[in-house]
């Protein structure tokens, strides 16, 4: 149920960062419409927009992740698929305290974690009851077995990468807000945005301490999913982390596709982490996947 409430959560975000971006609280914080921020400039809008899409596929792939781990984890009694699961979902509630970083509080985040905040305790206390081992069925070290280790390290490289690009999107979230590609993009500094309204970089970097926040999160699952999951004929690690990553990967170069965001310095991360997950994928799924 709570990784269910929190992949729905992302399609209703990502529903809202395709149509109306911003809502009307974020209006009433702004001084400005939609149609006042697009007559000044619509890449504003379109640079809020890709913000929101990367934040809702990282919330998707997030709740595909806990879902996994609930059902052929928790549900099977492995301790460390409990520890991942908390301890991800309580790095995520505390990242709403950088959603106020620049002085902007958005109730519908509030609400949301709300929301997920019994759901969450129920299985906290379900889960002091899970404190199982798992099984190895692995018997040589063979070439299967080798290239499971290598397939292994790609995808623990993935989640630290994804961790520590969420802290340095966190940050720079509550610190300057903007890189230098984005006012590229935007074509504009931060102090013309502060002329058209003071609460736009509020909003704005909200948002983006969001998204980096989502992706600690995640990154913290992919990590240890990596590190505590992998044993031979466990199809079920496969599969999540195959399935876990693609809204996150779809979200993320799509919406810079959409909006016409494209330099390759500020993709090449994102190039990077796609090139770790198809590694991984294709190492580990002997191992992983075959019995």
Not at 89 to 99: E, H, K, Q
Not at 185 to 200: A, G
Request: charged residues 10%.
């Amino acid at each position: 149920m709570f990784g269910l409430s929190i992949l729905i959560g992302g399609i209703i975000a990502l529903y809202f960062a395709f149509t109306s971006i911003i809502l009307p609280y974020d209006e009433s914080f702004i001084g400005l419409t939609k149609d006042e921020i697009l007559q000044v400039n619509p890449l504003i809008l379109s640079f809020m927009s890709h913000d929101r899409m990367a934040l809702a596929g990282t919330m998707i792939s997030g709740g595909i992740l806990y879902m996994q781990l609930a059902r052929h984890g928790i549900k099977n009694g492995l301790h460390w698929s409990k520890i991942a699961f908390h301890t991800a979902a309580i790095v995520g509630f505390l990242g709403i305290f950088l959603f106020i970083g620049f002085g902007y509080f958005d109730w519908l985040h509030d609400l949301f974690w709300l929301i997920l905040l019994p759901i969450f305790y129920l299985s906290y206390i379900e889960g002091k009851k899970v404190i199982g081992a798992p099984y190895s069925s692995h018997e040589k070290n063979d070439r299967t077995w080798q290239l499971g280790l290598y397939g292994q390290l790609m995808f623990i490289i993935l989640g630290f990468s994804i961790l520590i690009g969420g802290i340095v999107i966190s940050t720079i979230g509550v610190s300057k807000v903007f890189v230098s590609t984005d006012l590229s993009f935007i074509c504009m500094t931060p102090q013309m945005l502060e002329r058209i309204s003071n609460n736009l970089i509020p909003v704005i970097a909200h948002d983006r301490a969001g998204f980096g926040s989502a992706l600690v999160s995640v990154g913290l699952l992919v990590l240890m999913l990596s590190l505590w999951g992998f044993r031979k004929g466990e199809r079920w690690i496969w599969n999540t982390l195959c399935l876990g990553a693609l809204p996150a990967f779809i979200a993320g170069i799509g919406t810079h596709l959409y909006i016409g965001y494209t330099t390759f310095i500020h993709l090449l991360p994102v190039y990077f982490l796609v090139a770790l997950y198809l590694l991984g994928l294709v190492l580990s799924y002997p191992f992983l996947k075959r019995n």
